[in-house]
């Protein structure tokens, strides 16, 4: 299973590929601006991409429309520290598989990853 992390901060880019090595989840590529992102995720083709809301000089909203529009299957687990429910149900209706607020859903985020990839795709 592979994934790619779309996060701004280092810091935690380092704590996400952490907890999903721990679960035996490779992660392929991992960049902070939406332009790298999707080239990223475009290029390494991951099964699913860990997908912060803010990122540097943009949104990742940006990425998840780009990225869907280019390769429908790759799963997103949006993973932000806003959780606001405007912000989880914009993210849902974008195609986005789950959404978890990093104050308080860490601990859940391989999992989601896991069961994520997993998902049919249609």
């Known amino acids: 299973m592979k994934a790619f992390l779309a996060e701004d901060s280092g810091l935690i880019r380092e704590r996400l590929q952490a907890a ?14 939406p332009g790298a992102c999707i080239s990223g995720i475009l290029d390494s083709r991951p099964d ?15 990425v998840l429309q780009a990225v869907r529009s ?5 799963a997103f687990v949006v993973f932000s520290s806003h959780a606001a429910p405007v912000y ?18 860490f601990e859940q ?9 997993r998902r049919p795709v249609h």
Do not use: C, H, N, W
């Open 88 to 105: 989880r149900k914009r993210y849902l209706q974008e195609g986005a598989v789950r959404f978890l607020d990093k104050s308080t859903e």
């Open 20 to 33: 999903l090595g721990a679960a035996r989840i490779t992660v392929v590529g991992q960049a902070g601006t």
């Open 48 to 62: 699913v991409v860990v997908l912060d809301i803010q990122l540097d000089g943009g949104s990742g909203l940006e």
């Open 109 to 117: 985020l391989a999992r989601a990853v896991a069961s994520a990839a």
């Open 70 to 74: 280019e390769e429908p299957g790759v």
